[in-house]
């Protein structure tokens, strides 16, 4: 079954394009199904890129998938239309009161700043103990996913000599995991921070699980089964030609950047770059939808009840 958006989101006509099915509300309400409630707050500065990237993961499900866009009410994006944010965007306010089987929060690029002195931290510490209660499951991307863990866990990040920047080799490392179902011993994740986590700052106790990681960026992927949350700290949703815009925006605007790693073919930035990591980022979105459905509450109200 496909994803349910509005029509006029800018991301339908581009999934529709790549054969991604996209429904109306008219059609929606035909079919007897409860569809997946799943959230996205994106903190990503090209909200309509990010809302593409996330909605063609989520929408490449058989199940029928409602997606809620979500923002921080005490931040003013700069680089998204105000009318854009005020057709699509709900304010976290204004969804708080709502249960949904999943929720999503994206990155963003602040992450060399401590998290105490991000604008909106008190407003996003708040919705990530919100999450708690009304999301069943949650997927924190990026510097969403070391906020999240700082949040709940005290888990540190550290600011890295240079960017990690380009696609690299990550290992499997439980293939009996429901959400590395399907996936290759060995795979490539496309890959863009200045900071890491370390895994000598997860502890034992903290119910956290390894699922993913590389030799050279190290911690990729991480569960936590008790509170059915994922942490990814790196971009399988980019498309690909994002690390390649990233690189000649740095270049243009005179920033220090080096070229991607393992990414433009023979290392020449005039060469189109190669997506890699395509098939394994729906494996893990899909797997994800896959476990939140079998999972979550029929009746959503049950949704986050004896946490």
């Known amino acids: 079954m496909p994803i349910k958006i509005p029509d006029a989101l800018p991301a339908r006509a581009t999934l529709e394009a790549e054969g991604v099915m996209v429904m109306d509300e008219t059609h929606a309400v035909r079919q007897d199904v409860r569809p997946l409630r799943i959230g996205l707050l994106n903190l990503m500065p090209n909200k309509i890129r990010t809302e593409t990237q996330i909605a063609r993961l989520v929408g490449s499900t058989p199940l029928q998938v409602e997606l809620t866009l979500v923002r921080v009410g005490g931040h003013k ?7 854009h944010l005020i057709a699509f965007y709900q304010t976290w306010d204004e969804v708080k009161d709502q249960k949904f089987d999943g929720f999503i929060i994206t990155g963003a690029p602040i992450e060399t700043l401590p998290f105490e002195d991000v604008t909106y931290w008190d407003e996003l510490a708040q919705i990530l103990d919100w999450t708690s209660t009304n999301a069943h499951s949650s997927f924190y991307i990026c510097w ?11 888990v540190p990040k550290y600011t890295l000599s240079e960017k990690a920047f380009g696609v690299y080799r990550h290992r499997n490392l439980n ?28 502890k034992p106790e903290s119910g956290l699980e390894l699922l993913m990681e590389s030799d050279e960026t190290g911690i990729c992927l991480i569960a936590e089964k008790c509170c059915n949350r994922l942490y990814i700290f790196n971009h399988v949703e ?3 030609t994002t690390l390649a815009d990233e690189y000649f925006r740095d270049v243009q605007s005179g920033q220090p950047i080096k070229l991607p790693r393992n990414y433009f073919p023979d290392d020449d930035p005039a060469n189109k770059p190669l997506n890699r990591w395509r098939s394994h980022a729906f494996l893990l979105f899909g797997n ?4 939140v459905y079998q999972t979550t509450p029929f009746d959503p109200d049950d949704i986050g009840k004896g946490r």
Request: no cysteine; hydrophobic share 40%; charged share 20%.
């Open 77 to 83: 994006a700069k680089n998204t239309a105000e009318e």
């Open 175 to 202: 293939p009996a995991s429901p959400y590395l179902a399907g996936f290759s011993d060995d795979f490539a994740v496309s890959v863009s921070r200045w900071t890491e986590v370390r895994k000598s700052d997860l």
């Open 238 to 240: 980019y498309d690909s």
């Open 288 to 291: 994800w939808i896959n476990q």
């Open 144 to 154: 969403g996913a070391m906020a999240a863990l700082w949040h709940f866990h005290g």
